[in-house]
């Protein structure tokens, strides 16, 4: 897989700086690792919700750290 998860959530994060994107949120997340869809979902929310779009989930600051550490623990088991 020539792509890395961080790639994945970088260009996750592309989608967030565009207003048009907001209906393809469902995309990357849909498509995320089973192990870690609970986490991508907590880090959208928290990217929705610094660019001021609405968030299916109200996240705090702390779950959104969290969860971006298990995502960057998960890459570096799968991804090497």
């Avoid at 967030?16 to 994107?21: D, P, Y």
């Amino acid at each position: 897989m020539a792509r890395t998860l961080r790639t994945w959530v970088f260009a996750v994060v592309s989608l967030t700086m565009s207003a048009r994107a907001t209906s393809r949120f469902d995309e990357p997340f849909a498509s995320a690792p089973a192990e870690i869809r609970d986490d991508v979902q907590k880090l959208l929310a928290g990217m929705r919700q610094r660019a001021g779009l609405e968030a299916p989930d109200e996240v705090t600051e702390a779950e959104v750290s969290a969860a971006d550490e298990r995502v960057n623990a998960f890459e570096e088991r799968a991804c090497g």
